[in-house]
């Protein structure tokens, strides 16, 4: 285990579960003490306690739709510890809608939840990261799905984009402030068992866009999340660094109508 996190207070929102979940234990393994904020205040307090980090792991119940409660879970940060050294925007979700009957209601919550957020969160926690004249790093969480053209996405797809535009200018603003701001771009991570988000056949058809023929596990995520964080980055900042088992680097492929000829073949 790498301690290069000891001494250094972790904040990540949407943190009860999954890629979240998995990004605190990560950076809890590597020494940091973490606050683990979640809008299901319930489940933020079990996961605070599974990770099992005594002291150094808080729960916060937080919105961070809600400009107000995002104020109240930073100062009980500050209460708590009295500094923020790593800010990892997790929390983010979003219907799928068809674009044609995509109301402006989900756009908006969308654009809050994934983009607005990390835009009032980055802010208060890099005016604290400046005044401590430590610095600091911020991680956002994107998606593939900011990156490339996809169905039912135009809400989720276009905040997400957003959010990597807005990972290259605060990492530009506030370099001079000792600052990196990086995002992770997650591929489809599997679903936790009992979760079922697509069907089984638009899991086969997102199967075949992956060069790396498998989903991503949220610890995988978690890695990449620990490397921007610690000092082993510390010449990267503005960097979009996908985690897609080569999703966003593939164009054409056969490997659809491999598996199709594949079935054929098969004897009957
Ligand atoms: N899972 C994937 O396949 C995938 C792929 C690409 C990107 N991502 C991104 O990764 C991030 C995490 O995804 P996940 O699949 O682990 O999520 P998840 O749905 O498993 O967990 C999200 C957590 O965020 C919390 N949350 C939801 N709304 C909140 C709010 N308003 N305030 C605070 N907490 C809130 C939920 O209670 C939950 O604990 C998201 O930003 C998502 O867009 C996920």
Known sequence: MTAN???KVALITGAARG???ASAGKLLSRGARVAIADIDGEAAGAAAKSLGGGEDVIAIK???GSADSIRDMMEQIDARWGRIDILVNNAGGGKLQPFLEATLEEWERTFQLNLTSA???????A???SASGEGGAIINITSVSGQ???ERRAAYGSSKAGLEQLTRIMAVELAAHGVRVNAVAPGPIAPAPGVFIHNQAEQDAYLNLLPIRRFGKPEEIADAVAF???D??????GHILNVDGGMGAAGMTTRGAQSARASQNKPA
């Open 5 to 7: 996190l000891e001494g």
């Open 19 to 21: 890629i979240g979940f």
């Open 62 to 64: 937080a919105d961070v």
């Open 119 to 125: 835009f009032l969160i980055g802010q208060a926690a």
């Open 127 to 129: 005016q604290r990261m």
């Open 148 to 150: 490339r053209g996809g």
């Open 228 to 230: 921007l964080a610690s």
């Open 232 to 237: 082993e980055s510390r010449w990267v900042t």
